[in-house]
C-alpha cells in the first residue's frame, strides 16, 4: 500500500516544514506515506522529513536532462535536493498545462531512467465516462508508459478530482483492473479520496493505495487515510 499526498499548488517552504515536522510526530501505520510539494518546498520537506521512512517527490519533471526550458526541473535536479519520486501527466497538467499522453511518458522515462520512481496519472473524463468511452481511454493513456519496478500508475477519473464525488469502489475496482491488463504495476486511486471513504476504497483487490489531493493537505486526514492503508 502506497498513500502520496498530492499538495498542488499549496504549501509554500514555512508550512511545508511545519507540516512535515507535525507529519512525522503521528502514528502513520505501515503503508508507504509519500508527500509531493511545490517545487519551491521540496528541500524543506526533504530536511523536515530527514531520518523517517516518508519520501517526498515532486509533481512534475522534466523530459531533457538539461537545457533551454523555461520553468522546468529536471531529474537530476530534485534527485540532488533528496527526492525520490515524481508525478507525471496529472490531470491538471493535462487541462491546464497542454500535457499529453506523450510528454507525460517522456516525462516518466527520463525520471525513470535518471532513478526517480514516477507515479503516472491517467483517468476519463466525465463525458468519456458518459459516452462509454472509459476502457479504450485508460487502455490509450496507460499504453505509452513502459513496464518498471519505480513505476506505479494513479487512476484518477477526472470528474472525481476535488468534486466530492469518489468513485465506488466497483468503479475503481474495475478501471484499475483494465489498467492492470496493459500494464503489470501497482494502480492508485485518486479523487476525493477521504478519512471516510478510504478503507472501502483500499479494500479492493487492485487498488494498491491512493493519491490524496484536498484531504492530504490537512495533518489529521492524512494521517488517518495513512492509518486506513495499513489496515487494509
Ligand atoms: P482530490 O485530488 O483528492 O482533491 O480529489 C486528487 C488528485 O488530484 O490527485
Same mark, same amino acid.
Not at 26 to 30: C, P
Not at 203 to 208: I, K, L, M, N
Given at each position: 500500500m502506497l498513500i502520496a499526498g498530492n499538495w498542488k499548488m499549496f504549501k509554500g517552504p514555512a508550512e511545508a516544514t511545519a507540516f512535515c515536522r507535525e507529519l512525522r510526530a503521528?502514528?502513520?501505520?505501515?503503508a508507504g506515506v509519500v508527500v509531493c510539494p511545490p517545487c519551491v518546498s521540496l528541500a524543506s520537506a526533504v530536511e523536515a522529513l530527514a531520518d523517517t521512512e516518508i519520501a517526498v517527490a515532486a509533481q512534475n519533471v522534466a523530459w531533457? =536532462?538539461?537545457?533551454?526550458?523555461?520553468?522546468e526541473v529536471s531529474a537530476s535536479m530534485l534527485l540532488e535536493v533528496g527526492v525520490y519520486g515524481a508525478i507525471v501527466g496529472h490531470s491538471e497538467r493535462r487541462q491546464y498545462f497542454g500535457e499529453t499522453d506523450e510528454t507525460a511518458a517522456r516525462r516518466a522515462t527520463a525520471a525513470l531512467g535518471a532513478g526517480l520512481a514516477v507515479i503516472a496519472c491517467v483517468g476519463e473524463t466525465e463525458a468519456e465516462r458518459e459516452a462509454g468511452e472509459t476502457e479504450p481511454v485508460l487502455r490509450r493513456q496507460v499504453a505509452v508508459f513502459e513496464a518498471h519496478p519505480d513505476l506505479v500508475v494513479a487512476y484518477e477519473p477526472v470528474w472525481a478530482i476535488g468534486t466530492g464525488r469518489t468513485a465506488t469502489p466497483e468503479i475503481a475496482q474495475d478501471a484499475h483492473a483494465v489498467i492492470k491488463s496493459v500494464l503489470d504495476v501497482p494502480v492508485l486511486y485518486g479523487g476525493s479520496v477521504k478519512p471516510e471513504n478510504a478503507a472501502e476504497i483500499l $479494500?479492493?483487490?487492485?487498488?494498491?493505495g491512493a493519491l490524496v489531493?484536498? =484531504? $492530504?493537505?490537512?495533518v489529521d486526514s492524512f494521517a488517518a487515510i495513512c492509518l486506513a492503508a495499513s489496515r487494509s
Open positions: 503521528r502514528e502513520l501505520g505501515n531533457e =536532462a538539461e537545457g533551454a526550458f523555461t520553468g $479494500s479492493q483487490p487492485d487498488v494498491d489531493g484536498g =484531504a $492530504s493537505l490537512d
